[in-house]
């Protein structure tokens, strides 16, 4: 048996043990404690296959207090009591700086948590081993790996309706720590901290025009703010569904080197510099951060990354971007590989691109289905190498944040607005690689709403039935977006049955328009309202 695992189980073995004497040496009164001491046995849940589930609870014990196998308050008196534990973070501790960690709970166990406020870093229950010196370490252990895909470890609010807040405090790097941990499943859980600050707020240029709120970084106590919401690396199947990771300091989620991620039904909302970074290298473009395998999101929104958000009453904040040393992206990534899949997702408002995987190498493939992106200040959605974008719905409004009076505008520089030209679908062309957008609608307000750059004669950028419709660019009201185009490319471009409306030119040859616009528009009409008189003889 491993004494770690199973201390509460020896606990209530010793005090069976000390029982059964009292029986011997007290008669009456020792088959009484007896008869107490098996009924308290019999509602503790028994493990069955290897695993077991433990509770924690806002009215629980400590460790010593609790063995965490029951759902039941702590009865205020005793140790070892069938009870829960009174943090997650009791069933995770930090351990000491340096040290490994020692978690009560062990793969393939499940603790379920019930609806209420956690607090998790220094000064919360399970923090005994941490300093003051090192509070941003102080973060929960990671969880201990399955021991199998189909065991996972759980981590799960124990109601979906009413998830339990687990809040980050004292600088602490993360609220959930998945670093190393493999065969998991995290739900149901609201992931944030206690504060309005964000970390280094406009600290590198200083030039963000409205409120600047900086977390204190210099001295403890540093206040109840934490850096990311969940943080994970070499780590591989795992399911994220049901969580709220919103008004980090930080980043949303920090991840690298994963393999084989579910995400569904997941929110990453008003993080302060970034929503999901795929990208651990830290400065050093040598390092490893790839992740392999099929990383899938459906159902998810990922909006207003690169803002703050207040606390308690909530509202977005300081949104600031690249030039006023912000990051800004609602999900990006470093060099990577993998099967990239997202469905169902609004990705909206962050403050540089929207989903930017334009870094996949050319393992890699990138499938995005039903994607609604809009008001993302650089480009709605990146994407390379072999990759469909089907039936999405995008609004390329990307001047968004400089239009006084739109949530969260203030605070970001002109020049931010539109980066990379504020095309709608950024595409980065490979040699014997397609990249087909098709059926969705387009409209924007940036330079173009599909540009493919890169790429040899073998590279084909494909266009099939979209709807395009372009805008009055953000830098000249007088100029139309272009439809599609390609930059220092040789890529074949191959458009079928799209209607183009209001676009600098239909053809992607920027010089029968340039200077033109107004006879384009006409003509255009012209062309549109024959064709729907007499079909589009251009479906194929």
Sequence with gaps: MDSRRDSAVQRDRSVRRTHTSLVIA?????????????????????????????????????????????????????????????????????????????????GGDTLLIKSGSYMIGYGAPGASNCNTGATYACTMAPVPSGPSPTQPTRILGADCSAPPQLWGTQRAASVVNLAGSSNVEVGCLEITDHSSCIENHCGMSGTCAGEINRCERDKYPYGTWAENGLTASDSKDVHLHDLNIHGMANEGVR??????????????????????????????????????????????EIGYNGC???????????????????????????PTSGNWIIENVYVHHNTQDGIDLLYADATATVTMKRVRAEGNAGNQLKITGTALIDNANITANCAYFSVPGNVGAG????????????????????????????????????????????????????????????????????????????????AKIVASGNRLQNVKEVSGVRSVCAGHEETCRALNKLYESVREQHGDSTKK
């Design 26 to 106: 007290y008669g009456l009164v020792g088959v009484l404690l007896l008869t107490a001491d098996q009924a308290m046995a019999r509602t503790a849940p028994q493990r069955k296959q290897g695993a077991i589930t433990y509770y924690a609870r806002a009215d629980g014990g400590t460790a010593s207090q609790c063995n965490g196998l029951v759902d039941a308050p702590y009865p205020g008196k005793g140790e070892g009591q069938a009870c829960a534990w009174s943090s997650p973070m009791i069933a995770l501790p930090a351990p000491a700086y340096g040290q490994t960690a020692a978690p009560l709970l062990h």
């Design 411 to 490: 605070d970001m520089q002109t020049s931010d607005a539109c980066r990379a030209s504020g095309d709608a679908i950024a595409a980065a062309l490979v040699d014997d690689h397609v990249a087909e957008v098709r059926n969705s609608t387009l409209t924007g307000q940036g330079g173009c709403l599909v540009m493919g750059s890169g790429g040899g004669p073998k590279a084909v950028l494909k266009l099939t039935d979209n709807s395009m419709t372009g805008m009055p660019r953000w830098d000249d009201p007088k100029r139309l977006s272009c439809g599609y185009d390609l930059y220092q490319s040789k």
């Design 255 to 300: 991840v690298g080197r994963l393999t084989d991620w579910t995400m569904d039904h997941v929110r990453i909302y008003a993080n302060g510099f970034s929503g999901w970074d795929n990208d651990m290298r830290n400065g050093d473009k040598e390092a490893d951060t790839s992740t392999h395998g099929t990383i899938r999101f459906s159902d998810s």
């Design 308 to 334: 703050g958000e207040r606390y308690p009453a909530g509202g977005v904040y300081g949104c600031w971007g690249q030039n006023e040393g912000g990051y800004g992206d609602g999900l990006g990534t470093g």
